[in-house]
């Protein structure tokens, strides 16, 4: 998996995110008698500056597979990622909390007031980025936050 979603993110493999996104819904559905119960996927947005370079947001692509395989409507246009950083990738726990506290807002808190929404990330690491993510959430009025992510590190 870490060989696949590193392809997705350094090498521009885009197809690979809608594809792990429709492979996990799939097993989220073979896995379990109840679907999962969210009234929206909403992924973890990029800066527009990270955007410009990777060209793509792979936490969208893995939202729409999902979307797909779950039947769950999806978009990536609630939140917004408002500073910018280099990768967190060698950093700690608290140096990536610090670092994203504050990064997120939700740009249509209307859209998740009363929802429950499923927050799609690819990995999770430390959690710091989903944990900002679910608080700029909370704060916009989403009853219930989950989180979908591909992977986790060890």
């Known amino acids: 998996m870490q060989r696949i979603i590193h392809q997705l993110k350094y090498r521009h493999k885009p197809e690979l995110g809608y594809r792990l996104g429709l492979w996990h819904g799939q097993e989220l559905l073979n896995a379990s008698a109840k679907p999962l119960w969210a009234d929206l996927l909403v992924p973890v947005p990029i800066h527009p500056t990270r955007r410009r370079q990777r060209g793509y947001n792979q936490s969208e692509l893995i939202a729409r597979g999902l979307s797909e395989a779950l039947q769950l409507n999806y978009r990536e246009d609630i939140m917004e990622r408002?500073?910018?950083?280099?990768?967190?990738?060698?950093?700690?726990r608290f140096d990536r909390w610090r670092n994203v506290a504050l990064a997120f807002r939700v740009k249509d808190s209307a859209a998740v007031r009363g929802k429950h929404v499923a927050l799609v990330d690819?990995?999770?690491?430390t959690g710091a980025t989903l944990?900002?993510?679910v608080v700029a959430l909370r704060e916009a009025g989403c009853q219930t936050v989950g989180i979908l992510t591909i992977a986790a590190t060890r």
């Open 122 to 125: 690819d990995v999770l690491t």
């Open 82 to 92: 408002t500073k910018f950083m280099a990768s967190q990738t060698r950093k700690n």
């Open 131 to 133: 944990e900002a993510c």
